[in-house]
């Protein structure tokens, strides 16, 4: 049960648009429009179409089980040696692809433990939705990965929406995920997670 705890929470905080540790100017931001969908050009500073690298990313993760007496569990998460990639199209759906460290302290009641790992040939597809100047509903596995030869990528299925802006000069997208919960039953126990994050990814 503790283990198996532990896989989802560290996939949950990586299926979610991930955060980053230094925050753009704000004064050099500006919200994406909300056409992106239709547009091809990928000379327009304001366009998401194209392929991003991935820069920083980090997560903040609470989660409990529906299991009397089983403590909450707390986890941040950061990544490094970053060689991913996401490309959005204009029909609609992204893919990604390239590998990265993760590491992840985990606390749970008095003891906390600390944990890097190397997650390597990331191949992941869905479909993506801009719902607003700022807003994007994302479908699919933002990672497709598996943790110890558990294949966790049934669990990305309900839509992600996060907030995202573009810099002036179009070169850096910036992802942030304000605290949303996610419920998932496995079975028969039920897992709530909190998750808070943000990305950040320069053009290619």
């Known amino acids: 049960m503790k283990k198996a705890s532990l896989l989802l929470l560290i996939f949950i905080s990586l299926t ?12 050099t931001e500006e919200t994406a429009n909300a056409n992106n969908n239709n547009n091809n050009n990928t000379d327009d500073p304001t366009s998401i179409i194209g392929t991003w690298q991935a820069v920083s990313f980090s997560a903040n993760a609470e989660i409990s089980v529906d299991v009397a007496g089983l403590p909450t569990t707390m986890m941040q998460s950061s990544g490094s040696n970053l060689n991913y990639t996401v490309t959005f199209n204009s029909d609609n759906t992204f893919a990604t692809e390239g590998s990265y460290d993760v590491t992840s302290t985990v606390s749970v009641a008095d003891i906390t433990q600390t944990n890097t790992s190397s997650v390597t040939d990331v191949m992941g597809d869905g479909t993506y939705e801009i719902t607003s100047n700022n807003t994007m509903t994302i479908s699919g596995a933002f990672y497709d990965l598996q943790v110890d030869g558990i294949d966790t990528d049934a669990l990305a299925t309900s839509p992600q929406e996060a907030q995202f802006t573009i810099s002036a000069d179009g070169q850096t997208l910036t992802f942030q995920q304000d605290p949303q919960t996610i419920t998932s039953v496995s079975q028969g126990i039920e897992t709530t997670s909190v998750v808070s994050s943000n990305s950040v990814f320069t053009r290619q």
């Open 16 to 27: 979610a648009f991930t955060c980053e540790n230094e925050a753009l100017d704000p004064e």
